[in-house]
């Protein structure tokens, strides 16, 4: 089933030598000066099932992990390159979110199949929870505080879900509706997600279940990406408007500013230069953002026809990777 939305899961970074370390120059001499990276898609990577329809996306310390919505299938992209693709159990089961455990399996939500999978990648084996309330639509994935649980939304329950590392699931119905996506742990241990439907912003904190709701600014606004910003605030994209927002974890005060050439945003990361990468989604043509939150500057990078950007994450190696369905790839994204 094709729908527009796509969805962000948790990153796993790791360091990495900067360029140019180790290098010495003589006595009295200038350093040369490095080029400026020109941010830009350096690496196309087609799933080798045709017409996948790649939709979450994480990382683990080595590998990019992703969903195959339509080839019913996980997948993984290693550092040679080389794609590995595993067959769900159940046929027609609609992988979706994604995410790394703590405990070195992948999770994933099965949109169709009603289910939280769990996969081992160690000995291949699957497991499946079933989600209580039937035909949730379990959209996004992420790691929860303190026990390393998962949590999940359900966008057609109006609930978000919590399933613990050997299955346990309880549900929590939020009070708005649409919930989409969600991002890690705030710096107040709270989970944040976007409720498309209600044009809100929610939060529930694991220790107490408390739900908070916050509403956007913007009327019908559609709120879609969200991620949790270096500057300790939730930051938001509204589809319907064209905007970006953030909102503080300690107050719910919100900020929007509209976006330049990017009527549709949806899927949102940070990287590690403290820019903002959004990506803007058809109709109109499809290209990334970067969004400077210290000064205001965008800058516009188009991407390819027919792209159709879903998720995104920043990887092990400090890059942005992200499912493009249109072109049924994997794309490597980098901006330093």
Not at 30 to 56: F, N
Not at 87 to 93: K, R, V
Request: glycine letters at 12%; one cysteine or more.
């Amino acid at each position: 089933m094709r729908r527009t939305l796509g969805y962000i899961t948790g990153a796993v970074t790791a360091a990495i030598l900067l360029a140019g370390c180790g290098k010495t120059y003589p006595v009295g001499a200038v350093a040369p000066t490095p080029t400026p990276v020109v941010p830009s898609v350096t690496s196309t990577y087609t799933i080798p099932t045709s017409a996948s329809d790649p939709i979450g996306i994480t990382s683990s310390a080595s590998a990019i992990w992703f969903t195959e919505e339509a080839g019913n299938k996980i997948g993984f992209l290693d550092q040679t390159a080389k794609f590995h693709e595993v067959t769900l159990p159940n046929p027609g089961s609609e992988p979706y979110g994604i995410t790394f455990g703590t405990d070195g399996n992948i999770w994933f939500t099965e949109y169709a199949g009603n289910k939280i999978g769990r996969y081992d990648p160690a000995t291949s084996n699957f497991a499946e929870f079933i989600i209580p309330t039937a035909s949730s639509d379990p959209t996004s994935i992420v790691i929860g505080p303190g026990d390393s649980a998962l949590w999940f939304t359900e966008s057609a329950t109006d609930k978000v879900g919590r399933v613990t590392l050997s299955g346990t699931i309880n549900e929590f119905t939020v009070g708005g509706s649409t919930p989409l996506e969600a991002t890690s742990v705030g710096n107040d241990g709270g989970i944040w997600f976007t409720l498309n439907g209600s044009n809100q912003i929610g939060e529930i904190v694991p220790i107490t279940d408390a739900i908070t709701l916050y509403n956007v600014p913007t009327a019908g606004s559609q709120p879609y990406g969200i991620t949790y910003g270096t500057d300790h605030a939730i930051w938001f994209t509204e589809n319907a408007a064209g905007k970006l927002g953030r909102v503080t974890t300690n107050s719910g005060t919100f900020s929007e500013v509209t976006l330049t050439g990017c009527p549709n945003p949806g899927p949102i990361q940070q990287g590690l230069d403290g820019n903002f990468y959004i990506f803007c989604l058809p109709p109109g043509s499809p290209s990334i953002l970067q969004y400077n939150p210290q000064d205001g500057h965008m800058r516009n990078f188009s991407l390819k026809s027919g792209s159709a950007p879903e998720a995104a994450i920043l990887a092990f190696d400090r890059k942005i990777y992200f499912t493009d369905s249109g072109l049924n790839a994997i794309r490597q994204f980098t901006y330093e």
